[in-house]
């Protein structure tokens, strides 16, 4: 993007322009310095579904707000700042040419076939499109760009703008998710291009992004543009969760010129409420937007994620919005704009708008409730954005629990994966005699393959092939007190322990794939090192899968081979079966699954896919994302048999993996132990 | 402390009092419920030194704040709540009756004796009384209680109360550090003991302490009621700032029935700035005051942590103390009070009050400055009040980097300080062959002994007997891809390896007394357990010192033996020193301290001092508080021969440790290494 044109030698524009700086000078002159300003245009209205089907993103959502506003005394106390239409050239600072004519022209198509037209739309890109679109998208964009301007410019204190269609969705080449123009990028765009000396010139620009859904476009405008930093918190749900891609996840952090200035909370599950945005917003959100230091922060107010939102499924209060919104208005000398993006609940957006906009005036914030607390999801999901961040902030090293590295060189160093690695191989080697076998693939992904002696002896019955993620790191439970500060949690031992009393050989590849890998992956600044992405990490659990079938599990004696695959191991496992022949010597396949997909049932030829569906079994937790939220999203896919476990830790469903194998095999029902035996779990779908 | 008798029953007070509610209400009826109170009243500059010393807490205090806010046009926009002064049942329900007698005699002696008295109570308890003392301390007492009844009441939104003497170090038996009575915790009492239905009862306070010393008396009088939160941060060095006491350390949490009730931010050296402050506010102090969820709060203002002041030596400005009032606003419908404490420079406080006070009015903050940041002391003492605070407060534990402790039983669990010392044995081992040694004492506060074949080996020269603490965990640099998230910094390897290549036999003595353990001991709460305390880690460590000493250093044929402590070590080394012969055979001792206190002399016998001086040297890392704050308070003492290292990672100087040794036994000087040695560290003092 480059700085527009003078206006001047631009061609005449398509509607009458209003002057910016004119038109507000005329509804905020000087002495608005101190109030709130707000755009509200019932013209914006005019944007509507032609399918008659009772669209969620319906004109009356701004009028309700305004009512609202209205009812409360809020709009007495404001000033108003006109509606005004982007004009061409202001839209293709961020957006495609293509794109304004393609609308454009769509616009003006007879109804029917627009009609036509919208419907195949709304399949394709989730938008929908009548005779008025553009002019109201116009009006959107442009009225966003003036309250954004009034404010950097000093001209009102703060405000919001109270516009539809929405923005955040609409990337630079195409208009999606019941966006067509970018509003708040545009705006933002323009205050950055503003030339120096311009009351209006902004240098660093906050979004923060609180609509429910990832603000993709937005993101990918300002990708690699260390000016502006953009935070989301939204649903993510593994990438299932609209917009449906990978670029909502904790690791996208921005493009080299600009790492760190994307910072994105994907929430895993529905259901998240105002502890949990407060907790991001305390753990990291705040502390980044300070170090960041914007001079104009812009909220892109999607009220999607408040309590009673038809689509949106969490629980953020008013105040909620309200906290949030106080919070926001620390920074910037309080040059805070709120603009409109979803929420589709009537009385929802309404009392939300609300309690921002008496927030923005100054008004007391409501009281935080008391009880209220973070959801384990929610606490998770902040940490690793935390992680994620810390190479690119000060204030994200700092608030981790231990302190940054010494910068002095010379004292040895031991990282806690590989600690535990050699703590467990000692461990092992006492308890059962097992021995190392040779790592193979990148050396700073350690994996760890261990076997015991009996692997390779003739006689042996079973071997298990035992391929897993190392244990979580947790904190103590305070009311225990023989935990320590910080522990790892971890039942391998336990499953090489059960193979020992079963008389099974056992072969065991643990990887430290973990937590300190993706930082240490996403730490790699684009500077002399190629930009890492995932691959590496599943590329070397498989190779080194491969490996150990290649020259252990095909050598050995044992008549019967048994698969436990556990997290990341799940796919190494499938890798194996896909790629070798597996299905005379393995009689069972267990997967036991963390948060991530299901590996899909190996379908490249029908005999294997038959053998998958006969021997293997899927065990999950019981909040896996399969159920968390959308079950139907997941049937009909050709995940095997699963069974939804009755824990939700991953480690407990590991201890269940003990009954699985044994059904499986065929085997002798476990013998009597001290504690009785769990409910059978429910199947719940099957290819 | 129990509610106050209704007022009918008491007997008539000395001075005519002022009933609170008729006299807010004039001067603010209910069209002030939005405005912003102050009190100010001249009458308070009357208490004064009679020593004529330009004694600090000077009477302009308050004088230049008040004006300063009137050139401002803050008073214009203000409600002033007149002064008046506390009745001795309002301030018996925090301080006892002697003391309101005591001191209402002493200011009633004649001018000469009362000069007398005063010198003295200033030399003893750091207050000087004139003949109005205690009439100013009244109505500073009542001013805040008012105040605070007018906030709480909504009569005003919040508000400044511009008074002294200030009350923070006034605990409930003495008046003590410039204060006579604690305006703040008879007000917070007052208010607590009102009765149901009342308009200005409250339930739980949040009392936030900034002044740069410690509150004592603040924390004293509600140290075991949970409805008051008292939150300070204030210079501490490891207790010897004033007040000078173990009492404002982080690991004072509250007691039996308030645990988490006190949060101390003990700052570990001056300097702190708003970096720090924000980065506290942020990381614990707000997170906990939302769970805490107060309906009301009050900021004890000193202003001696302001950039400037004369006794604070920190660097907050006044955008800092604006931040802060902004964070604390959000809480508790935005009641809010401050109250003057400390504070000694007048510019400084009146800069700061100025800024404080149009938070309060609602103004726009000024921006946060790009490029400030956390220090490391601030960053690590953040990091001990998280875990600190764990145990009591949900936030805290969620916050840690590491998700909570999973609920479910039966997956098998090690600590990280566990598998470094069972890595450790195994490398150990592998590369010295050194053995386990019996571990005595408390099996939950595991050390660590292995000692070399060579300890027991006639001809054995030299036997180094090494007692430290296990390395430091960090996060990794993000800078350096070969770092990992978490890891652990430790030099000691390295030093058996030196001892190793020098030919000496190595006994070694590690001990995991870390953060885990202390957080593990805070976490145990007063139920069933005894309240623990710090004793046990050290008794443990001496125990086990002594035992390698009786078992193995007393029978090691060796000719010579060699000392080195380290952290913790030290300590345990001296205990051994101090119970044991040792003079003989022990023909050096090399003390590395971390941050902690360093040992002293051994003084019980005039030899073993002397030999100790001889054979002895402390290095201690350049930032130890020995040199931080206040070189003469350490002088003077007896700490044997102290070298400053060029390093501040404790874990560097152990490595100059070598040199050290080489010294003191007269050894060759090293061989020529890669690195050229560094420069002669400086001899600063010596008994």
Redesign the interface.
């Given at each position: 993007m480059t700085t527009a044109p003078p206006s001047s030698s631009l061609p005449p524009p398509a509607t009458p322009p209003v002057d910016t700086q004119e038109g507000i000078a005329l509804a905020a002159p000087r002495s608005f310095a101190h109030a709130t300003g707000f755009v509200y245009d019932a013209r914006m209205m005019m944007h509507a579904t032609l399918a008659d089907d009772g669209h969620p993103e319906q004109p009356q959502r701004i009028a309700r707000i305004f009512e609202m506003l209205q009812r409360h005394g809020c709009i007495d106390r404001m000033v108003r700042i006109p509606a005004r239409e982007a004009l061409r050239h202001e839209v293709e600072s961020v957006h495609q040419p293509q794109l304004w004519d393609r609308f454009e022209s769509i616009v003006k198509l007879p109804v029917d076939q627009l009609k036509a037209y919208s419907n195949d739309l709304e399949i394709s890109s989730s938008l929908y499109l009548n005779m008025h679109s553009t002019y109201c998208a116009r009006l959107a964009c442009g009225s966003v760009m003036d309250m954004c301007s009034a404010v950097a410019a000093g001209r009102v204190?703060n405000g919001i703008a109270i516009v539809r269609p929405p923005g955040h969705h609409a990337e630079p080449d195409s208009g999606t998710g019941f966006c067509l123009y970018n509003n708040v990028a545009v705006a933002v765009q323009h205050l950055l291009d503003r030339p120096p000396g311009a009351a209006d010139r902004v240098q660093r620009v906050l979004i923060l992004d609180w609509d429910v859904h990832h603000g993709n476009g937005t993101q990918r405008a300002f990708w690699n543009d260390p000016r502006v930093l953009y935070v989301s918190l939204h649903r993510y749900e593994n990438g299932t969760f609209y917009p449906g891609t990978h670029y909502g996840h904790y690791d996208q952090v921005g493009g080299p010129q600009a790492l760190g200035t994307s910072v994105n909370v994907p929430w895993p599950c529905a259901g998240m409420n105002d502890a949990d945005y407060?907790?991001a917003f305390?753990?990291c959100i705040?502390?980044i937007a300070?170090?960041f230091?914007p001079?104009l922060v812009i909220i892109s107010a999607g009220f999607d994620a408040a309590v009673g939102d038809i689509l949106g499924g969490c629980l953020v209060s008013p105040t909620g919005y309200a906290?949030m919104t106080?919070?926001l208005?620390?920074?910037?000398?309080?040059?805070l704009v709120v603009a409109l993006e979803g929420g589709y609940t009537l009385d929802a957006i309404a009392s939300s708008a609300l309690a921002v906009t008496q927030t923005l005036l100054?008004d007391?914030?409501?009281?935080?409730?008391?009880g209220l607390?973070?959801s384990?999801a929610?606490?998770?999901t902040?940490?690793r954005v935390?992680?994620a961040q810390?190479?690119?902030w000060?204030?994200m090293?700092?608030?981790?629990?231990?302190?940054?590295?010494?910068?002095?060189a010379?004292?040895?160093?031991?990282?806690?994966?590989?600690?535990?690695l050699?703590?467990r191989?000692?461990?092992l080697w006492a308890n059962h005699q097992m021995m190392p076998l040779p790592a193979v693939g990148d050396a700073?992904l350690r994996n760890q393959a261990l076997c015991t002696p009996s692997t390779m002896m003739p006689g042996t019955q079973t071997l298990l092939v035992f391929v897993h993620d190392m244990?979580?790191?947790?904190?103590?439970?305070?009311?225990?007190?023989?935990?320590?500060?910080?522990?790892?949690?971890?039942?391998a031992?336990?499953m090489i322990q059960w193979a020992h009393t079963r008389g099974f050989a056992c072969l065991d590849l643990c990887t430290t794939q973990s937590?300190?890998?993706r930082?240490?992956r996403n730490?790699?600044?684009d500077k002399a090192?190629p930009r890492p992405d995932a691959k590496p990490v599943k590329t070397t659990l498989e190779a080194q899968a491969l490996y150990i079938w290649d020259h252990v599990c095909a050598l050995s004696p044992a008549q019967q081979i048994v698969f436990l695959g556990f997290g990341s191991g799940c796919d190494a496992l499938m890798h194996i079966i896909a790629n070798r022949v597996v299905q005379d010597r393995v009689k069972a396949v267990v997967q036991v699954m963390g948060l991530q997909p299901i590996p899909l049932v190996p379908k490249q030829r029908q005999e294997l896919k038959a053998w998958y569906l006969e021997h293997s079994l899927v065990l999950c937790p019981c909040d896996h994302p399969l159920y968390t939220w959308n079950e139907q999203q997941a049937s009909g896919k050709r995940l095997g048999r699963v069974q939804r476990a009755l824990?939700?830790?991953p480690?407990?469903v590991l201890?269940r993996a003990k009954d699985a194998l044994d059904t499986l095999l065929g085997a002798p029902t476990a013998p009597p132990t001290a504690?009785p035996a769990p409910p059978a779990p429910v199947v719940t779908s099957a290819s």
């Amino acid at each position: 993007m480059t700085t527009a044109p003078p206006s001047s030698s631009l061609p005449p524009p398509a509607t009458p322009p209003v002057d910016t700086q004119e038109g507000i000078a005329l509804a905020a002159p000087r002495s608005f310095a101190h109030a709130t300003g707000f755009v509200y245009d019932a013209r914006m209205m005019m944007h509507a579904t032609l399918a008659d089907d009772g669209h969620p993103e319906q004109p009356q959502r701004i009028a309700r707000i305004f009512e609202m506003l209205q009812r409360h005394g809020c709009i007495d106390r404001m000033v108003r700042i006109p509606a005004r239409e982007a004009l061409r050239h202001e839209v293709e600072s961020v957006h495609q040419p293509q794109l304004w004519d393609r609308f454009e022209s769509i616009v003006k198509l007879p109804v029917d076939q627009l009609k036509a037209y919208s419907n195949d739309l709304e399949i394709s890109s989730s938008l929908y499109l009548n005779m008025h679109s553009t002019y109201c998208a116009r009006l959107a964009c442009g009225s966003v760009m003036d309250m954004c301007s009034a404010v950097a410019a000093g001209r009102v204190r703060n405000g919001i703008a109270i516009v539809r269609p929405p923005g955040h969705h609409a990337e630079p080449d195409s208009g999606t998710g019941f966006c067509l123009y970018n509003n708040v990028a545009v705006a933002v765009q323009h205050l950055l291009d503003r030339p120096p000396g311009a009351a209006d010139r902004v240098q660093r620009v906050l979004i923060l992004d609180w609509d429910v859904h990832h603000g993709n476009g937005t993101q990918r405008a300002f990708w690699n543009d260390p000016r502006v930093l953009y935070v989301s918190l939204h649903r993510y749900e593994n990438g299932t969760f609209y917009p449906g891609t990978h670029y909502g996840h904790y690791d996208q952090v921005g493009g080299p010129q600009a790492l760190g200035t994307s910072v994105n909370v994907p929430w895993p599950c529905a259901g998240m409420n105002d502890a949990d945005y407060l907790h991001a917003f305390q753990r990291c959100i705040m502390p980044i937007a300070y170090e960041f230091s914007p001079d104009l922060v812009i909220i892109s107010a999607g009220f999607d994620a408040a309590v009673g939102d038809i689509l949106g499924g969490c629980l953020v209060s008013p105040t909620g919005y309200a906290h949030m919104t106080h919070q926001l208005a620390s920074l910037a000398r309080g040059k805070l704009v709120v603009a409109l993006e979803g929420g589709y609940t009537l009385d929802a957006i309404a009392s939300s708008a609300l309690a921002v906009t008496q927030t923005l005036l100054g008004d007391p914030l409501p009281p935080w409730p008391t009880g209220l607390s973070c959801s384990m999801a929610g606490a998770d999901t902040v940490a690793r954005v935390v992680r994620a961040q810390a190479p690119y902030w000060a204030c994200m090293r700092q608030s981790l629990d231990y302190p940054p590295a010494p910068k002095e060189a010379g004292v040895a160093t031991w990282a806690t994966d590989e600690l535990y690695l050699d703590a467990r191989a000692a461990r092992l080697w006492a308890n059962h005699q097992m021995m190392p076998l040779p790592a193979v693939g990148d050396a700073l992904l350690r994996n760890q393959a261990l076997c015991t002696p009996s692997t390779m002896m003739p006689g042996t019955q079973t071997l298990l092939v035992f391929v897993h993620d190392m244990g979580t790191w947790h904190i103590g439970d305070p009311d225990d007190p023989q935990q320590p500060a910080l522990f790892l949690a971890d039942a391998a031992d336990d499953m090489i322990q059960w193979a020992h009393t079963r008389g099974f050989a056992c072969l065991d590849l643990c990887t430290t794939q973990s937590v300190s890998v993706r930082m240490l992956r996403n730490g790699e600044r684009d500077k002399a090192l190629p930009r890492p992405d995932a691959k590496p990490v599943k590329t070397t659990l498989e190779a080194q899968a491969l490996y150990i079938w290649d020259h252990v599990c095909a050598l050995s004696p044992a008549q019967q081979i048994v698969f436990l695959g556990f997290g990341s191991g799940c796919d190494a496992l499938m890798h194996i079966i896909a790629n070798r022949v597996v299905q005379d010597r393995v009689k069972a396949v267990v997967q036991v699954m963390g948060l991530q997909p299901i590996p899909l049932v190996p379908k490249q030829r029908q005999e294997l896919k038959a053998w998958y569906l006969e021997h293997s079994l899927v065990l999950c937790p019981c909040d896996h994302p399969l159920y968390t939220w959308n079950e139907q999203q997941a049937s009909g896919k050709r995940l095997g048999r699963v069974q939804r476990a009755l824990e939700s830790n991953p480690m407990q469903v590991l201890l269940r993996a003990k009954d699985a194998l044994d059904t499986l095999l065929g085997a002798p029902t476990a013998p009597p132990t001290a504690t009785p035996a769990p409910p059978a779990p429910v199947v719940t779908s099957a290819s």
